[in-house]
């Protein structure tokens, strides 16, 4: 990101060019559709894996025997503040910025490897594999 492009980012959220780092507010967002009843959360998680792998015909959304793991583990009931320093975005430019939010991921796999895990998260599982490879 050019140094010209992250200052328009920024500024105060109105005064910012268009567009909004939605990464870090995107699962709570998801989540309050289904505190209004708006859907469940099974219809929510088949909307957000399986729905958009079917549409685009890829292999993905499921989880299968000997297959690598894609999985994004959360927590639908956890608080917390989303702060520019909280944010896993590059981009700041959010109007949740500063918002009680809640929902957060805690484990994400990809292909098997762990590319987040949240330092509250604690659960068990076996390794019988080299470094960030997952199976249980």
Same mark, same amino acid.
């Given at each position: 990101v050019s140094q010209s492009r992250y200052? =328009?980012?920024m =500024?105060?959220? =109105? +005064?910012? +060019?268009?567009? @909004?780092?939605?990464?870090? %507010?995107?699962?709570?967002l998801c989540l309050a559709? @289904? #505190?209004e009843g708006v859907l469940d959360l099974a219809h929510l998680? #088949?909307?957000?894996t399986i729905g958009p792998a079917r549409s685009f015909a890829l292999p993905m959304g499921n989880l299968s025997a000997n297959e690598k793991a894609n999985i994004c583990v959360? %927590?639908?009931?956890?608080?917390?503040? /989303? !702060? =520019?320093?909280? /944010?896993r975005s590059k981009g700041k430019n959010s109007p949740y910025l500063n918002a009680s939010l809640t929902g957060k991921v805690t484990l994400t796999l990809i292909n098997g490897r762990i590319l987040l895990l949240e330092a509250r998260t604690f659960?068990?599982?076996?390794? !019988?594999?080299?470094?960030? %490879?997952?199976?249980s």
């Open positions: 200052l =328009a980012k =500024a105060p959220f =109105a +005064e910012t +060019e268009p567009g @909004v780092s939605a990464y870090d %507010s995107f699962l709570p559709l @289904v #505190e998680i #088949e909307r957000l959360f %927590s639908p009931q956890q608080k917390w503040q /989303m !702060n =520019a320093d909280a /944010m659960f068990h599982f076996r390794i !019988n594999h080299p470094p960030h %490879s997952f199976r």
